[in-house]
């Protein structure tokens, strides 16, 4: 019970700063663009940098975005057949099925995160106007494979334990 006590204070943290990651790079890709776009139509100046900075503020927004749906179970969702199942036990299954298929995917997903941390390894590369080391952006990518991972398999143990549960009409 202790264990479930701070891996839900670790999860509130977790949205916490995803939270406001989001917020903030929604806020930066807004006004980089916004800026670019002014200094560009408006005052006629070509700002270097400002589409890199849009760009690395947009993939974390992104990635933090994709984390916070992996973690509300939002990610993948076919409402009309879920809605249509009306056996508690067939649903279960049905919970189980998509869990494992966001397993699958989410795993595929931190072999290609493993796969691009080697390569930046291997070859460092830096963005062309500003300089900046593109494991910046790719952390957020490392970041959101690692945590939707987390929860794809917290949803996995959740549904197993639905099935695994008797269903009324067995019990007696």
């Given amino acids: ?48 940098g400002v589409l890199e900075m849009a760009t690395l503020s947009a993939i974390w927004l992104y990635m933090c975005g994709a984390v916070i749906a992996a973690r509300n179970k939002e990610h993948l969702v076919v409402d009309f057949l879920t809605n249509s199942i009306r056996s508690d036990r067939v649903r279960a299954f049905h919970t189980l099925a998509v869990s494992v298929i966001m397993v699958v995917l989410s795993l595929f997903f931190l072999s290609l995160a493993q796969d691009m941390v080697a390569w930046s390894i291997k070859r460092p590369q830096t963005t ?45």
């Fill in 128 to 172: 062309a106007a500003l300089g900046l080391p593109l494991m910046l952006p790719q952390s957020a990518i490392v970041l959101a494979a690692v945590l939707c991972s987390v929860y794809a398999l917290r949803d996995f143990i959740h549904a197993v334990r639905l099935v695994c549960v008797r269903s009324p009409s067995r019990e007696g």
């Fill in 1 to 48: 019970m202790r264990v479930l006590q701070i891996l839900e204070k670790v999860d509130r943290v977790i949205m916490g700063i995803m939270g406001l990651v989001v917020i903030v790079t929604n806020l930066a890709v807004t006004g980089f663009i916004l800026f670019l776009v002014l200094a560009r139509f408006v005052l006629g100046w070509s700002v270097v």
